[in-house]
């Protein structure tokens, strides 16, 4: 009993003393599509319960450089869509998915203008209802933005309600409804729906209904990283670098999936 407890405590101590014992380094590589999911980009206070969700435009712009020097591919979401029909890789090295959850404004703000220089691609989830509320994009926002061709626009639900806890046509509701406002004001057809709470929002229920709704792809917080070619077996799985993360913990999202324990 008393060398179970010191051995616990040694293990503690160890991973106090040597944060690095808490990456996951030691874990094997993975090769294949990385989708990595952004909140916010600007500045909080550390204390701030926003902070882990909140990447600094230096940092952000800091990790567009990290992609391209170490040959990673942003790629659209039309490249996602022309790769799961075609069931093909069409020879992109190092596919790297970038979605932003919620549509904050902090996004045209700060992402936006980086989008062109670093060729880089992005995909936004929209909750309808809070599209023009203030701290969230505007309409007027998203039309310029879509123009571009480095945006694309997705589904975070009409109200961001825990789809678990809602009735059937509560939750039918959440996904179609949140579809026809996009396409109606975006005039095309809306590919990728993200789940409120991600993997903790949602049961075996819901991801039938996001399918039969006509979303081609659905987007978890369950980390880790995609087969490519993407086949739409699955929910695609996110990698989440975080905010007050380094470099060195983004090349462990990209490689492992993840980058603490
Ligand atoms: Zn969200």
């Given at each position: 009993?008393?060398?179970?407890?010191?051995?616990i405590?040694g293990?503690v101590?160890?991973?106090?003393k040597?944060p690095?014992?808490?990456?996951?380094?030691?874990?094997?590589?993975?090769e294949?599509?990385?989708?990595?999911?952004y909140?916010?980009?600007?500045?909080?206070?550390?204390?701030?319960?926003?902070?882990?969700?909140?990447?600094?435009?230096?940092?952000?712009?800091?990790?567009l450089?990290?992609?391209?020097?170490?040959n990673?591919?942003?790629?659209?979401?039309?490249?996602l869509?022309?790769?799961?029909m075609?069931?093909?890789?069409?020879?992109?090295?190092?596919?790297?998915?970038?979605?932003f959850d919620?549509?904050?404004?902090?996004?045209?703000?700060?992402?936006?203008?980086?989008l062109?220089k670093y060729?880089a691609y992005?995909?936004?989830?929209l909750?309808?209802?809070?599209?023009?509320?203030?701290?969230?994009?505007?309409?007027?926002?998203?039309?310029?933005?879509?123009?571009?061709?480095h945006?694309?626009f997705?589904?975070?639900?009409?109200?961001?309600?825990?789809?678990?806890?809602?009735?059937?046509?509560?939750?039918?509701?959440?996904?179609?409804?949140?579809?026809?406002?996009l396409?109606k004001?975006?005039h095309?057809?809306?590919?990728s729906?993200c789940?409120?709470?991600?993997?903790?929002?949602?049961?075996?229920?819901?991801?039938?209904?996001v399918?039969?709704?006509?979303?081609?792809?659905?987007?978890?917080?369950?980390?880790g990283?995609?087969p490519w070619?993407?086949l739409?077996?699955?929910?695609?799985?996110?990698a989440?670098?975080?905010?007050?993360?380094?470099?060195?913990?983004?090349?462990?999202?990209?490689?492992?999936?993840?980058?603490?324990?």
């Amino acid at each position: 009993m008393i060398y179970a407890l010191l051995i616990i405590l040694g293990i503690v101590y160890f991973l106090i003393k040597y944060p690095k014992l808490r990456k996951t380094w030691y874990w094997p590589k993975h090769e294949g599509l990385v989708a990595l999911m952004y909140h916010h980009i600007g500045v909080t206070d550390p204390n701030d319960e926003q902070f882990p969700f909140t990447v600094t435009p230096e940092m952000f712009e800091k990790q567009l450089q990290f992609l391209n020097e170490h040959n990673y591919t942003s790629i659209s979401e039309h490249t996602l869509y022309r790769s799961f029909m075609t069931k093909e890789k069409n020879d992109i090295c190092h596919p790297v998915l970038l979605t932003f959850d919620d549509g904050y404004e902090d996004f045209y703000t700060y992402v936006y203008p980086l989008l062109e220089k670093y060729h880089a691609y992005a995909i936004v989830f929209l909750i309808t209802d809070r599209i023009g509320t203030t701290g969230y994009l505007s309409w007027e926002q998203i039309h310029l933005m879509e123009k571009g061709g480095h945006v694309a626009f997705g589904s975070h639900s009409c109200s961001h309600r825990r789809l678990r806890s809602l009735n059937d046509e509560e939750i039918l509701h959440e996904i179609k409804h949140s579809k026809e406002v996009l396409e109606k004001v975006l005039h095309h057809k809306v590919r990728s729906f993200c789940y409120p709470f991600g993997a903790g929002g949602f049961d075996k229920r819901v991801r039938p209904q996001v399918l039969s709704a006509g979303y081609l792809f659905d987007f978890s917080t369950k980390n880790g990283i995609n087969p490519w070619p993407w086949l739409g077996k699955k929910t695609i799985l996110r990698a989440f670098p975080r905010g007050g993360e380094d470099l060195y913990d983004f090349h462990l999202q990209l490689t492992r999936g993840r980058s603490k324990l």
